[in-house]
């Protein structure tokens, strides 16, 4: 079986076959292409050919969908930095700064009906499934982006609720990037249940991966400035962690968390931290979600041999850097 970054490849290959910088008007597409042309992991596309063709599909039936989904990512992002004022996204200024947000926020709507027209070339056989799917998954994210910024203003925020969240946020969409995959194979509903398990497990441990790089990474390994969580009181499993432990520490870590956005709150809140050794709790709590993706790849009937990619991928995101 392929790696996961044979596939990104073939996705890179695909995305430049779309030419988005030639569609018109320029004022709509150029920031378009200019957020794709950025790369990125293209792990989401990537699952969804993988699963696909342990299922026996080929990647060309499969890619379409593919496009969609990365397409889908993208857009969010898009709409992400314009909520969360983002400057600097994979190491270069976002769309929002480069372009203006009423640009961003257009530009982001257009590659969202991108990625609509791209499950239109779908087999009629399994496009409704897959349609359903990707209705589903995109009302999940708007819900997880929706309780993430709610969260911001409460302070009784629990570890549960953060896990739902980032289950809707970020779990959904890998979740529906496999179960896709699988959808495209004519799988039953069982098997696209367990498909989706592996991919909202992995997602919730990928991000709570991500609340430690926002915190403890390198910014230019990373791709964005560290603290950023910190600075928009975002609330991650560090930080709702720290606060619910009790003792003097959980209530130096309120007292931070008070202090104006800077570099100044980010090392104080991050000393809190590290005297809290919040490090070992994060990194378990992530392997445990690994653990229960692995669990649910396996219930799906597929052969060792076939589940080697799913477990790359799961042994890629443990410890990552950006």
């Known amino acids: 079986m392929k790696r996961i970054s044979d596939y990104a490849v073939m996705v890179e290959e695909a995305l430049r076959g779309l030419?988005?910088?030639?569609m018109k008007p320029e004022s709509l597409y150029a920031p378009v292409a200019y957020a794709?042309?950025?790369?990125?992991?293209?792990l989401r596309p990537a699952l969804t050919l993988m699963t696909a063709e342990a299922f026996g599909v080929d990647n060309s039936v499969?890619?379409?969908a593919a496009l969609a989904l990365?397409?889908?990512?993208?857009?969010?992002?898009l709409h992400d930095d314009v909520m969360d004022n983002s400057d600097v996204r994979r190491n270069r200024p976002t769309v929002v700064k480069r372009f203006g947000a009423d640009a961003a926020i257009l530009s982001g709507d257009a590659m969202l009906g991108l990625a609509e027209a791209q499950l239109l070339a779908l087999d009629d056989k399994c496009y409704r499934?897959?349609?359903?799917?990707?209705?589903r998954m995109a009302r999940d994210v708007y819900a997880g982006q929706a309780l993430d910024m709610e969260f911001e203003s409460r302070n009784d925020v629990t570890v549960e609720?953060?896990?739902?969240?980032?289950?809707?946020?970020?779990?959904?969409?890998l979740g529906a990037c496999v179960e896709i995959g699988g959808l495209l194979a004519g799988v039953d509903a069982k098997v696209?249940?367990?498909?989706?398990?592996y991919g909202e497990n992995l997602g919730i441990s990928f991000q709570i991966e991500d609340d430690w790089l926002d915190t403890f990474g390198d910014a230019t390994t990373f791709g964005k400035p560290i603290g950023g969580d910190i600075n928009n009181n975002k609330k991650t499993f560090l930080l709702i962690s720290?606060?619910?432990a009790g003792g003097e520490e959980s209530k130096a870590l309120e007292v931070a968390m008070q202090l104006p956005a800077g570099d100044t709150k980010v090392r104080a809140v991050t000393r809190i931290y590290e005297k809290m050794q919040l490090d070992e709790k994060v990194h378990k709590e992530a392997l445990r979600y690994s653990a229960k993706a692995m669990k649910a790849a396996k219930a799906t009937g597929l052969s060792d041999a076939k589940l080697e990619g799913f477990k790359y991928v799961v042994d890629r995101l443990s410890g990552r850097k950006k």
């Not at 696209?192 to 398990?197: F, I, Q, T, V, W």
């Open 129 to 135: 499934r897959v349609a359903e799917v990707f209705v």
């Open 70 to 77: 990365e397409l889908f990512h993208n857009f969010t992002l």
């Open 161 to 173: 609720e953060y896990v739902e969240m980032i289950r809707l946020k970020t779990g959904a969409l």
């Open 19 to 22: 030419e988005l910088a030639q």
């Open 62 to 64: 499969a890619m379409p």
């Open 36 to 42: 794709m042309e950025a790369g990125g992991k293209r």
């Open 192 to 197: 696209a249940s367990k498909l989706r398990e």
């Open 242 to 244: 720290g606060l619910t």
